[in-house]
Each structure stands twice: as structure tokens, then as C-alpha cells.
């Protein structure tokens, strides 16, 4: 099961040495404007009141809380910085732009968002990761600039560590 976290690392090495300029100097630029700002907040906003409202009709976000070990450092780094840069540069930049150009927007966020869903392992949350898919991708196409949704996925996931390890 360790070697499973080997996997996101080995693919983001491959899909960066491949596309080396998804990041660019523009879009480092554009993040010091406050349109960019607002557009992460309300990409991270929207995607945490899905996330909690889907999961609470399923009842599996207390489920998911268990399940992760919030004690341990590692984690923290792992969820807030390496997991939102590999999970949007491949489901977002790679995936999603591929099947949007091939089969168009709605596909592109069904099949993209799925990707990004089934790999969290939880079936009784697959709604709200479906969901955080979902508003990822609609925020990705819109913006242009994929550093809008690796920010909001990183404050999320740092919102729900945070929370986890108050005990909520």
C-alpha cells in the first residue's frame, strides 16, 4: 500500500518533464491580482459547502475523518502541498484539457472529475469528490490558469486538515 504514494510522485515527474511550461510567468503574475484572488476564493468557498453538503447525505464525512492520520507531519505536507499540485496538474491540465478538445466541456468534467474522485479510495464521499471535480474543472476552464484551482484545492485540503485535527 506505501508504494501506492510513489505513484502521483513518479506521474507529476513525468508530466512536468513532458509539459514544462503549464506554469508560466504570466500566470505567476496574474496571482498578484485580486480578480485571481477572488476566483480561488470562490472556487475554494463553493467547493467546501459541496463537499460538506454531498457528504452529509451520505453520512461519510465522519467516516473519512477516521481514516486519516492527522497526527502524523507528513500528512499536512503531503495534502496541502504536494497532493493539489499533482492531482490538478493531472486531472485538470492533462486530463481534463485532453478530453475537453477530443469530446467537449461536459464530458471533459464527467470523465476528468471521476479520475480525480475514484484514486480518494472513500465510495461513501464519491459524491463530494466528484463534486470538488467538478468545480475544479468548471474553475479551470473559465480562469485559464490552473494555478486558481492547485491554490484552492491546497486551502481546501488545508481547511479539512485543519479541522481533522481539532477533533471536527
Not at 470523465?111 to 468545480?135: D, E, K, Q, R, T
Not at 490552473?146 to 481546501?156: E, K, R
Amino acid at each position: 500500500m506505501k508504494v501506492l504514494l510513489l505513484v502521483p510522485t513518479v506521474l507529476l515527474v513525468l508530466v512536468l518533464k513532458s509539459h514544462k511550461k503549464w506554469i508560466t510567468l504570466e500566470n505567476i503574475k496574474e496571482t498578484l491580482t485580486a480578480r485571481f484572488w477572488s476566483q480561488v476564493f470562490y472556487a475554494t468557498a463553493l467547493s467546501y459547502i459541496g463537499f460538506n453538503i454531498l457528504s452529509s447525505l451520505t453520512n461519510g464525512y465522519h467516516e473519512a475523518t477516521q481514516d486519516i492520520l492527522v497526527n502524523v507531519p507528513i500528512v499536512y505536507v503531503y495534502s496541502i502541498l504536494i497532493s493539489p499540485l499533482i492531482e490538478e496538474l493531472i486531472c485538470r491540465k492533462l486530463f481534463f484539457n485532453w478530453l475537453d478538445r477530443r469530446f467537449g466541456f461536459i464530458i471533459a468534467v464527467a470523465l476528468s472529475s471521476l479520475a480525480f474522485a475514484i484514486p480518494h479510495f472513500n465510495p461513501s464521499l464519491m459524491l463530494g469528490y466528484l463534486w470538488l471535480g467538478v468545480v475544479w474543472s468548471w474553475h479551470y476552464k473559465k480562469s485559464g490558469n490552473i494555478l486558481i484551482t492547485i491554490i484552492s484545492h491546497a486551502i481546501y485540503n488545508y481547511i479539512a486538515i485543519l479541522i481533522m485535527s481539532m477533533g471536527g
